[in-house]
């Protein structure tokens, strides 16, 4: 659990530097762009994982009427996320650069770490409670 944690932070971090800077330097060249998928699949895993921590496969308890509106929102829009992030992987590699796709996956993107970033600010106890321990 403090592992997923821990890396859902730091991944989620780095994803959002990358994210901006691929949003401001369209063509940042092919190794940043590279380095974006690896955070991003990597990013999905872990999400997986955190997921798979709190519901032990019973994916439907995600979509049931416990669970709170803004997790639900997270779940689709990491989902469009990375489904329209792996379509512009494939225009992408098949040699256009920018598209529409490219586009609307950014902004989903973007605003999936915006909520993201509240999610995790919801429980920042969890990582300040540790950091005490430690010191
Ligand atoms: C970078 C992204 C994320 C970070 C840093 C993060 C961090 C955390 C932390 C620290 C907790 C409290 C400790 C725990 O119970 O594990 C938590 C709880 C939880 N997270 Fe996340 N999380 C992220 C993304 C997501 C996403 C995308 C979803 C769902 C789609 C999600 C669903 C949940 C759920 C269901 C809980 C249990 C508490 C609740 O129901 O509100 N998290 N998260
Ligand atoms: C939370 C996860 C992610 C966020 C926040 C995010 C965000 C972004 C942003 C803001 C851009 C710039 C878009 C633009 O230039 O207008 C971008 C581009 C890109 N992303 Fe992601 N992304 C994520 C995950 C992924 C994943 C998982 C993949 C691949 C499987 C991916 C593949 C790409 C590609 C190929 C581009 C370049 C597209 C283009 O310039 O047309 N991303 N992403």
């Known amino acids: 659990m403090k592992i997923c944690n821990l890396a859902l932070v730091c991944l989620g971090l780095l994803m959002l530097l990358s994210s901006i800077q691929l949003e401001i330097l369209h063509h940042a060249g092919d190794a940043w762009t590279w380095i974006h998928i690896i955070l991003g699949i990597f990013l999905s895993v872990i999400i997986a994982w955190h997921l798979l921590l709190h519901y032990k496969s019973r994916w439907q308890k995600l979509f049931s009427k416990q669970t709170k509106p803004k997790i639900k929102i997270m779940a689709v829009l990491i989902l469009l996320t ?54």
Not at 90 to 96: E, P, R, S, T
Not at 111 to 119: D, E, K, Q, S
């Open 82 to 135: 990375l489904v329209t992030g792996l379509i512009a992987t494939a225009h992408w590699l098949a040699g256009y650069a920018h598209n529409a796709i490219g586009g609307i996956h950014g902004k989903l993107g973007f605003l999936f770490l915006i909520i993201a970033v509240t999610h995790c600010f919801r429980y920042r106890k969890f990582y300040m409670n540790k950091s005490k321990k430690h010191a």
